[in-house]
């Protein structure tokens, strides 16, 4: 913690004039040897660099390529990948991505095997207004849960060399702080019947036949956690590392429930689970933020329903790959500093997702949407998806309020428990039962 | 056999050769290799020697009870598409007498096929599902009362697709076989007093023993080896063989994934031997 000071104080780097004005602006440009001590050669040779950009579907979108492309002058691609093909491809072709977008408990292998650098803090911009969930573990001043991979635990390398994870603050981060947001379960309103309120309920004999779970193991082990736990069935020690013991009653619960036909379905991907719900075959189910505004679109009335026992959390992080050396490397940070200034935040608030960098987020939303996304306010004209259509009608208040009370409420963490090995051979046999 | 005849001999098999080499062997034996490797978590392959991965298969009843249910799919599918594809190309090749309707009904059986898997997979789910046309067209004849949820995720919408998707890999051997068949035969049993059914019985039927062969193996290997039809239509509710290899795949479990392809492989090799020795698809074929 001795660091903190220092990065509260935030060491921005000594030049004037960002290199992204250098290159945008061809006057800029002319005079930036003498403002900045650049070469020349560096503002023309980063227009031939291209940039991937590799990570899953929900944030790796094509939107964001094209808008940094354009501000910065140089391309930015974007490839998407699945969970485990991102892992994959980090580890066994890592020349092939430049920037990679992981989620916090992918780190944990990442970093290990040296798939990542680390990055001095001094060369990340606006550092000091980065939220506290990733720089110091805590929001709006109070610890955060720790149950599960939290960012704090991973984002600090000790040194620049050493591929590792520290407690304390140090001045290299394994990532940059990328997109998160708080899961629940997304429910149709007018189907329910009742009041839902807790996590016990997913597993409710009310929603028999009429609920599902994500069949991503270590996600769907998470809420089943979850809902067991608020129905009393079972406890556990810390469901962010849970023993075999816990993961075997959990899944002989999930077996249970599944031969009794409380399942209507277990969902692998984004569109499935979007289909279940608008179409009704499901009520109640785990869910991801933008599945729930993808159901809202189709104009089917569909919340992302806050619970007592609080949220399951989860966070993304850009690392830059360890083969990025010079001119690349360059222009790697200048993206990630884009990424974190606020267009991008603007954009992906739109499907339910926060910026590491709200206060810039919020800038480059309009009155109406910050009211919406961020102040819990009702919505003063109809909100639109990041494509343009109708999602929430004026009038509408988001599920689960403002941006404040939605974090102080995180409970778990996604992450990748010691017994991630035994889970996936449970898992199985809860697939196949 | 001259010199010169067995190069040429050789230069003409050498294409063949190649690309089963390339696209066969090769992939193969790296299966074969990489499943006796070992797997450390969060690391991946190991270059260590090991039984464990078959060990861990063979132990597990999960395995028994993926084979079992693949198995059950496999069965249920062939007899369906085989019942279909022997009636719907005995139509075809001794009902419709024109031949040129004959290869346009035929062509009208492949139309589904210009569109994707997945396609024909998902326009499943608007008529199966809860408040699909079947749902529906039940409710408003006043047959049910309400919507009935095993028509969609469930084994039923699993055969269902599967029936839809192998078909025509039944029918188009079948038909191939029977198209063959001489008339006279067919003649010559009725001249002998045969019946209709007598005909179809004791000609029709072992005449086309190699196409009823060929579909059958199509349909065992495209149902053996299936995870995606499974997954998507039981909703994630039933599991296959190799859908145990996607979620070992997960974790970068690629020995024990290997292990399982490779336990897949020798079971299906041991069903095609078996179909074979009941047929000599070889013999029929140049007949």
């Known amino acids: 913690m001795t660091n903190s000071k220092e990065h509260k104080k935030g ?73 485990p093909g991102l892992l994959n491809r980090m580890v066994n072709d890592p020349t092939s991505i430049d920037v990679a977008d992981i989620e916090i408990w992918q780190s944990k292998i990442a970093v290990p095997q040296g798939a990542l650098q680390g990055v001095a803090i001094s060369e990340i911009k606006n ?149 279940l719900m608008a179409s009704g075959e499901v009520v109640i189910q785990s869910m991801w933020s933008p599945a729930v505004t993808a159901v809202q679109v189709q104009g089917t009335p569909c919340v992302y329903q806050p ?34 200034e606020g267009k991008v935040g603007g954009f992906i608030a739109k499907q339910g997702y926060y910026s590491s960098n709200p206060e810039s987020a919020m800038a480059n939303l309009t009155e109406n949407e910050r009211g919406f996304f961020y102040e819990g306010k009702a919505a003063t004209a109809p909100i639109t998806s990041p494509t343009g259509e109708e999602t929430n009608p004026a009038g509408a208040v988001r599920d689960g309020g403002s941006y404040e009370e939605r974090f102080a409420k995180v409970a778990v963490w996604n992450n990748l428990m010691d017994e991630a090995e035994f889970l996936y051979a449970k898992w199985n046999e809860f697939n196949a039962a | 056999m001259s010199e010169p005849r067995s190069f040429t001999t050789q230069l003409q098999v050498s294409p063949l050769v190649l690309v089963l080499l390339f696209f066969f062997v090769i992939p193969v034996t790296l299966v074969v290799i990489v499943s006796f490797l070992r797997y450390q978590m969060l690391v991946g392959i190991v270059p260590d020697f090991t039984l464990k991965n078959y060990t861990d298969i063979l132990s597990n ?141 004791n000609v029709v039927l072992p005449l086309s023993k190699t196409g009823i062969a060929l579909g059958a193996l199509f349909v065992i290997t495209l149902v053996m080896g299936d995870f995606a039809v499974v997954s998507v239509m039981s909703g994630g509710l039933s599991a296959s063989v190799t859908s145990g290899m996607f979620n070992d795949l997960q974790f970068l479990n690629y020995p024990r994934a290997a292990a399982n392809a490779v336990i897949l492989l020798i079971v299906v090799l041991l069903i095609a031997t078996a179909i074979f020795r009941l047929v000599d698809v070889r013999k029929e074929l140049v007949r």
């Open chain 2, 61 to 201: 009843p999960t395995t028994w009870t993926l084979y079992r249910s693949t198995l059950k799919f496999t069965l249920i599918v062939l007899a369906i598409t085989l019942v279909l594809g022997f009636w719907l190309s005995y139509f075809l090749v001794f009902h419709v007498r024109n031949l040129t309707i004959a290869i346009g009904l035929f062509l009208l059986c492949t139309i589904p096929f210009w569109t994707s898997n997945i396609i024909r997979m998902i326009s499943w789910r608007p008529i199966l599902g809860r408040e699909g046309l079947v749902n529906e067209a039940l409710q408003a004849t006043g047959i049910a009362a309400k919507p009935i949820d095993w028509l969609l995720y469930s084994d039923f919408s699993v055969v269902v697709a599967y029936v839809n998707l192998f078909t025509l890999f039944m029918m188009v051997p079948i038909f191939n076989s029977m198209a063959r068949i001489d008339r006279a035969l067919m003649e010559a049993a009725i001249d002998a007093g045969a019946t209709r059914w007598g005909v179809i019985w």
């Open chain 1, 11 to 83: 060491k921005r780097p000594s030049m004037k004039v960002s290199r992204r004005s250098v290159l945008t602006g061809t006057a800029a440009v002319a005079g930036s040897t003498l403002v900045t001590g650049f070469p020349m050669v560096w503002a023309q040779n980063i227009r031939d660099v291209k940039l991937n950009h590799t990570g899953m579907s929900y944030s790796t979108l094509a939107d964001i390529g094209k808008m940094a492309t354009e501000d910065l002058g140089f391309e930015v691609s974007m490839s998407v990948v699945d969970h």
């Open chain 1, 127 to 275: 550092w000091d207004k980065l939220t506290t969930l990733y720089t110091q573990g805590t929001f709006n001043g109070k610890e955060m849960s720790r149950e599960g991979d939290s960012p704090i635990e991973f984002v600090y390398r000790p040194d620049k060399e050493t591929n590792g994870f520290t407690e304390g603050m140090t001045d290299f981060v394994n990532f940059v702080p990328g997109v998160y947001n708080a899961d629940t379960l997304g429910i149709r309103p007018d189907l329910v019947g009742r009041e839902i309120t807790t996590w016990a309920d997913l597993i409710s004999p009310d929603f028999k036949g009429r609920a599902a779970i994500q069949n991503v193991p270590t996600n769907g082990i998470m809420d089943a956690m979850m809902a067991f736990e608020a129905a009393g069935q079972l406890t556990y020690g810390d469901k962010g590392n849970p023993t075999q013991d816990e993961l075997s009653a959990t899944i002989a619960k999930l077996i249970e429930l599944k031969r009794a036909g409380h399942w209507r379905a277990l969902w692998n991907t984004f569109d499935e689970s979007v289909n």
């Open chain 1, 307 to 340: 619970l007592k026992e609080g949220y399951r959390g989860w966070g993304n992080g850009l690392g830059l790959m360890s083969h990025l050396d010079g001119i690349k490397r360059d222009a790697a940070i200048e993206y990630v500093n884009w990424y974190n």
